[in-house]
């Protein structure tokens, strides 16, 4: 297991810095978070293994030790919550990296990217189908129905990788739109032919209904793919300085934790609201994500913008995007 240290970093786009101390398990002190611009957030995440780090943040009582009452709402995707960041139901949310720049592409939102969530690993994300499945191969996909929770995101993006470099148009398949939950019972009526699911969802479903896995879509162009995101409109960071400190401040020790225990991750998925709450024999067995300890201003460059010349690579983009224009 990696072992990773908090060092001191500068943690907002608009000139606040916060000293974090190595080893250092809580805020140095109550002085250190007053004037906060907030205090109660409601942050919208998809209740999947990539957010464990904000989990853990909310259930270890690290956003309170830092003077933030933190509200978790689950979300179906990151598409739908930006709508909800405009309008001020959501100060902060949690999803996949593809929807956000779609949104800041299309002008639908003005994002900021204050953290990186989660990078796929190994089985973090796969396509299943049933038993006795006639599709035994990525060939077979051809014509097939594929159950995504939402049009146009990160799975879409993975999966259409995946099928080019196995010779496969994704314009040869049908993309449908199903909640994760749903998946293994659409399957089982034959609504879809094949369900893309991260973790847990795929385990779960593996369990429950005994589904196959076909491939998994940690391979090629998207291995180790920069999958969830932690954003918020640019207003916000702007209006909102020291109560962002604060929050990332947390939310890195969170993320700690979950890159390096794996029974807090699993601790924090069984701890998820219903429908969503993993049962401990699939917490388990459930495959782990990367968590890195990048947030704003310190965050990786490089990294974020593969998931913008992916997009282009895939057709999902008309045009280049620099991601940088979404950081502070």
Same mark, same amino acid.
């Given at each position: ?6 060092? =001191?970093? =500068?943690? #907002?786009?608009?000139?606040? @810095? ?20 907030? #205090? ?6 998809? /209740? ?16 309170? +030790?830092? %003077? ?5 709402? $689950?979300?179906? $995707? ?7 960041? &405009? ?6 949310? =949690? ?23 989660? *990078?796929?690993?190994?089985? &973090?994300?796969?396509?299943? #189908?049933?038993?006795? $499945? ?8 051809? %014509? ?5 929770? =939402? ?5 879409? *993006? ?8 196995? %010779?496969?148009? /994704? ?8 909640? @994760? ?37 940690? !391979?090629?162009?998207?291995?180790? @793919? ?7 409109? +640019?207003?916000?960071? +702007? ?11 947390? *939310?890195?020790?969170? !993320? ?30 459930? $495959? ?8 704003? /201003? ?19 983009? #008309?045009? /280049? ?6 950081? %502070?």
């Amino acid at each position: 297991m990696r072992r990773r240290k908090l060092n =001191a970093i =500068a943690l #907002t786009s608009v000139g606040l @810095f916060v000293i974090l101390c190595t080893g250092c398990g809580s805020a140095s002190g109550a002085s250190q978070w007053s004037g906060l611009e907030k #205090t109660n957030l409601t942050v919208g995440a998809v /209740p999947v293994g990539d957010e464990a780090g904000l989990y853990i943040a909310k259930d270890e009582g690290l956003f309170a +030790k830092v %003077g933030l009452n933190v509200t978790i709402d $689950s979300i179906v $995707s990151s598409e739908t919550a930006t709508k909800e960041q &405009n309008n001020g139901t959501f100060d902060i949310t =949690a999803g996949n990296s593809v929807s956000y720049i779609q949104d800041q592409v299309t002008g639908a939102a003005n994002l900021e990217i204050v953290a990186e969530g989660s *990078l796929m690993q190994p089985n &973090n994300q796969a396509l299943y #189908t049933l038993p006795g $499945s006639p599709i035994k191969s990525i060939a077979d996909l051809k %014509g097939a129905r594929i159950g995504v929770n =939402a049009p146009d995101n990160i799975g879409t *993006l993975l999966i259409s990788s995946v099928l080019e470099e196995h %010779g496969v148009s /994704p314009k040869d398949v049908h993309f449908v739109t199903v909640n @994760f939950p749903l998946m293994g019972e659409d399957l089982e009526k034959h609504v879809i032919d094949v369900a893309w699911l991260p973790e847990p969802f795929g385990s779960i479903d593996q369990a429950a209904v005994g589904l196959e896995e076909l491939c998994d879509l940690d !391979q090629g162009a998207t291995a180790n @793919f920069p999958v969830g995101w932690y954003v918020v409109t +640019k207003n916000w960071a +702007k209006e909102n300085p020291r109560t962002l400190a604060a929050f990332l401040y947390a *939310l890195r020790e969170g !993320q700690q934790i979950a890159d390096t225990d794996r029974s807090a991750v699993q601790m924090a998925m069984e701890r998820l609201p219903k429908p969503y709450t993993v049962p401990p024999q699939i917490a388990a067995v459930m $495959s782990l994500e990367d968590y890195p300890l990048s947030i704003a /201003p310190d965050i990786d460059r490089s990294r974020v913008q593969r998931v913008a010349d992916a997009m282009y690579q895939f057709q999902m983009l #008309t045009h /280049p995007f620099q991601v940088s224009s979404m950081l %502070g």
